[in-house]
């Protein structure tokens, strides 16, 4: 079948992505495979009403596959959402023989590269932005890499905050959306996280919460703040205020911008720009690419734009390190735990207490568990470890008798 292109451009829109450089790697390689021309396009809409477009050949992308940023730069150009300006941009692109063009950007570059397929442009867009916040996509170009970044630098702060017992809230970005705070509250095992989605501005619940901890003896308290909630500083006095513990507020910033891409972001930034060579070859235009449901697949941008996500709801109540609508799962999980454990009572004392932290590590749950052995002193130890690690001593199931009726009855 004959290519429905002959020139492809390729630009990077909006805020960058770990990842951008594997996609541009990607996008040249493929088209340079299938016979077409390729010609990169400087700092996005901009670079293009400027005319800063060059010619890519396999070596301009040599060596960036495992870079941060965007090789082609990026910037955000308000003047293109003016009809008279995309149509000056369209005429660019004619001029320069582009009659494909590939957009790695967020929802507002894929506005911009809609504009131009009605323009006569075939353009496809791919979901490139940290903030995971494109509706159609369960995955975008640099989310996992920035949420490792903001994952590794949480376990920094919780050390610190550790050693100094103190309250730290983190602040994570996303713009408007708390994908990123959501996952960094799981991984890092966050007690609260507050999204724009689902926080309803009950600091006191939080103090609450941080109060009750304390009395528990627990030694850091750690709270993920997205962005789109903001005022961490204001935030850290007032808890500071209301409950006595030292509060810092950490705000990581653009250091989740950058670094080197993860595995995934390479291949699956990769996968996407082929896959928008491939869509251009075959005469498609204003479509955007996602990835759903272990496919990558492919949206007319317009109805892309229209669709809409909010925060899963499985994925938010496991946040939540009290006990919640997840109680019965986590109830089902002790229960199949039990039944191991008294078939094993004869278990050594240290590894019993290994099991009981690791089992409220895993569900992270004040559910109380308490293995007893065959000796008191084991029993004594178990809530021991139990109450330092989190549980609350009214749930603790303190003897045999009160645990074989808690899951019993259960
Ligand atoms: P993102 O693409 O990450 O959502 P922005 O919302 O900042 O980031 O949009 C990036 C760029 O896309 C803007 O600076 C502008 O050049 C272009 N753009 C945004 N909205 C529109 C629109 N409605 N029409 C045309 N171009 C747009
Ligand atoms: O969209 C990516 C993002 O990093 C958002 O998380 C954040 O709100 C915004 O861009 C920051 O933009 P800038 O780099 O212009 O400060």
């Keep these: 079948m004959a290519n ?3 020139t492809i451009g390729v630009l990077t829109s909006g805020g960058d992505a770990p990842g951008m450089n594997a996609a541009i790697r990607s996008v040249v ?9 390729v010609k990169g396009i400087k700092r996005g809409y901009a670079g293009l009403l400027d005319e800063d477009i060059v010619d890519m050949d396999t070596k301009s992308v040599a060596d960036i596959l495992q870079r941060g940023g965007t090789i082609l730069y990026t910037a955000r150009c ?4 003016e009809p008279e300006v ?13 009659d494909g063009l590939v957009v790695i950007g967020g929802d507002g570059s894929f506005q911009g590269a809609s504009k131009l397929a009605a323009l006569g442009i075939n353009t496809v867009g791919l979901p490139g932005t940290i903030d995971l916040d494109i509706a159609c996509t369960e995955y975008t170009i640099g989310f996992d890499t920035a949420v490792n970044t903001a994952m ?15 309250c730290s809230i983190i602040e994570v970005m996303g713009r408007q959306a708390g994908y990123i705070a959501l996952w960094c509250g799981i991984a890092n095992g966050a007690e609260d996280i507050l999204m724009v989605e689902k926080y309803d501005h009950d600091e006191q619940r939080i103090i609450n919460n941080i109060l009750d901890k304390k009395k528990l003896g627990k030694k850091h308290h750690i709270i993920i703040n997205a962005e789109g909630v903001g005022d ?12 006595g513990i030292e509060t810092r507020a950490t705000i990581i910033g653009h250091i989740q911008r950058g670094g080197s891409p993860t595995c995934k972001d390479r291949v699956y930034a990769s996968a996407m720009g082929a896959k928008a060579v491939d869509l251009l070859c075959e005469g498609a235009t204003n479509r955007v690419v996602g990835y759903r449901d272990g496919e990558f697949i492919d949206y007319d941008i317009q109805e892309a734009l229209q669709m809409t996500k909010g925060i899963d709801e499985y994925m938010y109540e496991i946040s939540k390190s009290y006990l919640s609508a997840t109680e019965e799962k986590l109830i089902l999980g002790y229960r199949q735990q039990y039944e191991k454990y008294i078939q094993h009572i004869e278990i050594e004392y240290q590894a019993l207490v290994n099991q009981i932290n690791e089992e409220v590590t895993m569900f992270k749950t004040l559910l109380a568990l308490v293995f007893d052995g065959p000796e008191n002193q084991k029993l004594e130890a178990s809530v021991a470890v139990a109450i330092s690690a989190g549980v609350q001593e009214e749930k603790l199931l303190k003897n045999r008798a009160e645990r074989d009726a808690f899951f019993i009855a259960e």
């Design 4 to 6: 429905k292109v002959k």
């Design 78 to 81: 308000l003047e293109f959402k």
């Design 29 to 37: 390689r493929t088209a340079l495979a299938a016979g077409l021309n």
């Design 232 to 243: 961490s500083y204001g935030m850290a006095e007032r808890i500071e205020k209301a409950t």
């Design 152 to 166: 590794e630098a949480i376990d920094k702060v919780r050390d610190t905050s550790t050693s100094h017992e103190r």
């Design 86 to 98: 995309q149509k000056r941009g369209a005429e660019i692109l004619r001029k320069h023989g582009i």
